[in-house]
């Protein structure tokens, strides 16, 4: 029933674009047809595009993605469990967090060109910067949020100070650790397309980029549609992970 | 430990001086304890002495500082003045010679039941570990629920699994907050059954809080009534016949007091 509805709405947008390109309001290198698009998928995934196909530039994309979420996640962990345990930690902290966390990722990117020139690394720092903050904020806060019964229990079990961060406090922490993940990774989702627009290629922001300067929009949208989907099934795989990992989120014990 | 005559209160009188298994401090013992936050008194002076073995019941309205006075004994803080001692040695932090149960059961929501168990077993052997476990399983009745996750159990599962954590390290001394006020009535019938059945078996020196009369007056050996802020002992009995009526009348002097005060 749900997914009849879902494809549902799906062929209906679809209709819509269909229809909006063929009467042609808008010239179509502003609205290309669906066809176009799909035609580009077969060339990009076959032929290629900037020399690379869409699966290389996907890949790609995705490489950076993991790469940047998997140093950002750990990093905005560690720094959340120490803001959120060490008080002076806090007061020294918490500002830059808020700070960087403000910041559009693609203000800081010319910096990070400077420093690291335009191959992987800028890409793979931005997207660090992008997701350490939200896991970080989320890891401090649930590690201060943690109910002092269960640290108390911990201590008259014999657990030792040093024990307590990683068998009592981050798995209480690891709901709103897992939430801010999931909102990490769509932030580096949304930030993957910025670090892209220099020397991008392969990736798919890149090959959007390129497709810009060519004004071919049907490669323009095809990019935006594979971004959308891939996300959409990270997120689902992220939902997964989260039942898997905290199955007892939203239950009172 | 059976010693009918311990109406004595000075534990220390005659101590055979043979057998090094018999300590001659008591249990638990608080001297001159006061307990103040911030700037209000919540406990004290108290004074108390608790010989192994016994089951303490305590009892009074709330906020009149039963809390207080449990989480001084389990080091969770420290007395503004005054020393307690377990076991002779001055209290500098929680540990495992004293369990805690708590109100809510705070098992580990990431944990299996059998996990829960074993979280204060983490220094023995693997194999003695598991024995424990199953040990403490059978003795609670949760031989089935091993491998259950908290959220899986029932309210009195849940303290059932609570109790058993607590009394795995063999603690000398468990202490429970109220661990039976979330329970509906007949779990909490049945768990009181449970508990003093545990108390028999161990033969752990219990303190248990409570505002319930009824469950002070027939669970334990000697029950204390306190009235407070800042909370005193206005009344430490051994449970006998008549027990009960004494005690509703000093909780009812001590809830009409505060009244007094509060108007």
């Known amino acids: 029933m749900n997914l009849a509805l879902r494809l549902g709405a799906v ?98 990117l010319s910096l990070l060109v400077i420093w690291f020139g335009i191959g992987e690394e800028p890409k793979v720092w931005l997207l660090l910067l992008a997701a350490l903050p939200p896991v970080a904020v989320a890891t401090a806060d649930a590690v201060r949020g943690v109910h002092e019964d269960y640290l108390n229990a911990a201590r008259s079990l014999g657990a030792r100070p040093w024990e307590i961060p990683y068998r009592v406090v981050l798995p209480s922490a690891l709901p709103e650790i897992v939430t801010g993940v999931r909102v990490a990774v769509g932030v580096a989702y949304t930030t993957v397309v910025a670090a892209e627009t220099v020397n991008g290629v392969p990736g798919i922001g890149g090959m959007v980029r390129d497709a810009q300067r060519y004004n071919q929009t049907d490669v323009v949208v095809l990019g935006i549609i594979v971004i959308g989907l891939s996300g959409l099934l990270i997120d689902y795989l992220l939902q997964t992970l989260d039942r898997r990992l905290v199955p007892w989120r939203g239950r009172h014990i | 430990m059976p010693s009918p005559d311990r109406r004595g209160d000075e534990p220390g009188a005659d101590v055979p001086a043979s057998g090094p298994a018999l300590s001659s401090a008591p249990a638990i013992e608080l001297r001159a304890v006061t307990r103040v936050y911030r700037d209000r008194p919540a406990l004290g002076p108290v004074d108390l002495a608790l010989p192994a073995g016994e089951f303490l019941t305590v009892v009074g309205p709330s906020g009149c500082g039963k809390s207080t006075l449990l989480s001084l004994v389990a ?174 009348a000093a909780i009812r002097d001590a809830a009409s007091a505060r009244a007094g005060v509060a108007s």
């Open chain 1, 11 to 108: 062929l209906f947008l679809l209709a819509v674009w269909q229809v909006v390109a063929w009467l042609k309001i808008w010239p179509p290198v502003f609205v290309p047809e669906p066809l176009a698009v799909w035609d580009q998928l077969l060339r990009t995934s076959s032929e290629g595009y900037s020399g690379h196909t869409l699966a290389g530039h996907l890949l790609a994309s995705l490489r950076r993605i993991v790469l940047g979420c998997l140093y950002g996640i750990s990093g905005g962990v560690v720094l959340g469990l120490l803001i959120g345990v060490v008080p002076v930690l806090r007061t020294l902290l918490n500002p830059l967090v808020t700070f960087v966390r403000t910041l559009p990722p693609l203000a800081y």
């Open chain 2, 75 to 248: 080091g969770f803080a420290p007395p503004t003045a005054g020393t307690v001692l377990a076991d002779g040695t001055p209290v500098t932090g929680p540990g495992p010679s004293r369990g805690v149960v708590f109100q809510q059961p705070r098992l580990f929501p990431w944990l299996s039941v059998a996990g829960n168990i074993g979280f204060g077993l983490r220094r023995l052997a693997r194999a003695e570990r598991a024995a424990r476990v199953a040990e403490l399983l059978a003795m609670t009745g949760l031989e089935g629920a091993a491998k259950l996750k908290p959220y899986e159990l029932s309210g009195g599962m849940r303290q059932r699994a609570a109790i058993a954590r607590a009394l795995a390290p063999r603690p000398k001394v468990l202490l429970m907050d109220e661990p039976f006020g979330a329970l509906d009535a007949f779990t909490r019938e049945r768990m009181q059954e449970e508990i003093r059945e545990l108390w028999r078996s161990t033969g752990v020196t219990v303190l248990f809080i409570t505002h319930d009369v009824t469950e002070a007056t027939t669970l334990g050996t000697r029950v204390i009534a306190l009235a407070g802020p800042p909370g005193r002992i206005t009344l430490d009995a051994r449970v006998s016949e008549g027990l009960r009526d004494k005690v509703e």
